[in-house]
């Protein structure tokens, strides 16, 4: 019985640290100053902008791709340039955080594109 609870920690534990890993957040926490999406690492880049701001400084439509991060308490909108062509698998160079009414946190990707 006792190897039981030793492997159901294990996991636990395991899970625990790759998505700390992955999202720089322990489960139930919400983001920091790098988020995870499309397989990319980003980095907060900026203060904070409204979404008119968000849309001007873009390139390409602004959407909402998801909440971030997934298995947080308290999770917020992610947005990203979405490239409307017939490559809409691309990801993006920029990602914005929602961390309020009306006020987003940009990230760039980490590495350069």
């Known amino acids: 019985m006792a190897w039981a609870l030793y492997a159901l920690l294990f996991t636990v534990g395991g899970f625990a640290l790759w998505y700390r890993a992955t999202y720089n957040v322990f489960p139930g926490q ?10 990319r690492d980003y980095d907060n880049y ?6 008119r701001q968000v849309e001007s ?3 390409w439509p602004v959407r909402v791709v998801g909440n971030y991060p997934p298995l947080a308490l308290h999770r917020e909108q992610l947005l990203a340039e979405v490239y409307p062509g017939p490559h809409t698998n691309s ?3 920029a990602v914005y955080l929602r ?4 006020r987003y946190a940009g990230y760039e990707l980490s ?3």
């Open 30 to 39: 919400s983001a920091d100053a790098r988020v995870h999406w499309c397989n």
């Open 46 to 51: 900026a203060p904070e902008l409204s979404l």
């Open 57 to 59: 400084g873009a390139s």
């Open 91 to 93: 990801c993006a160079v």
């Open 99 to 102: 961390t309020g009414p009306d």
């Open 111 to 113: 590495g350069g594109p």
